[in-house]
Nanobody, 131 residues
Framework: HVQLVESGGGAVQAGELLTISCAAS????????IAWYRHTPESECDLVGTLSRNGQTVVVDSVNARFSISRNIGKDTVYLQMNALRPEDTAEYYCAATRIAGFPAVSRFPPETVCRTNFAAWGQGTQVTVS
């Protein structure tokens, strides 16, 4: 039984840097495909970026050069590093994973979805508020 637990969210001032984490237990991230999404009351659950099983990362154009994704395989943890935060980055952030714990591979992570839909394993979300 896999659990993904996110941490590191909070309230920050515009222009600051924040890194949030997603840790897996009950299964390993080794071989998994991982994504970060974010949700606000005004938006769908929108894709932020992906980290593929071979370590390649992609972030959406709107945050490119400000956000990056990394992993620590030994700790079964992935990170979303957010630099130069803006008020419009305020959202609840979620991690999701496929190729893990029986969740099959997908051809791509959808750019918009419902958070915590059952095609993937999801974390509980962590709130980031930028003012």
């Amino acid at each position: 039984h896999v659990q993904l637990v996110e941490s590191g969210g909070g309230a920050v001032q515009a222009g600051e840097l924040l890194t949030i984490s997603c840790a897996a237990s009950g299964a390993t991230f080794e071989g998994a495909d991982i994504a970060w999404y974010r949700h606000t009351p005004e938006s769908e659950c929108d894709l932020v970026g992906t980290l593929s099983r071979n370590g390649q990362t992609v972030v959406v154009d709107s945050v490119n050069a400000r956000f990056s994704i990394s992993r620590n395989i030994g700790k079964d943890t992935v990170y979303l590093q957010m630099n130069a935060l803006r008020p419009e980055d305020t959202a609840e952030y979620y991690c999701a994973a496929t190729r893990i714990a029986g969740f099959p591979a997908v051809s791509r992570f959808p750019p918009e979805t419902v958070c915590r839909t059952n095609f993937a394993a999801w974390g509980q979300g962590t709130q980031v508020t930028v003012s």
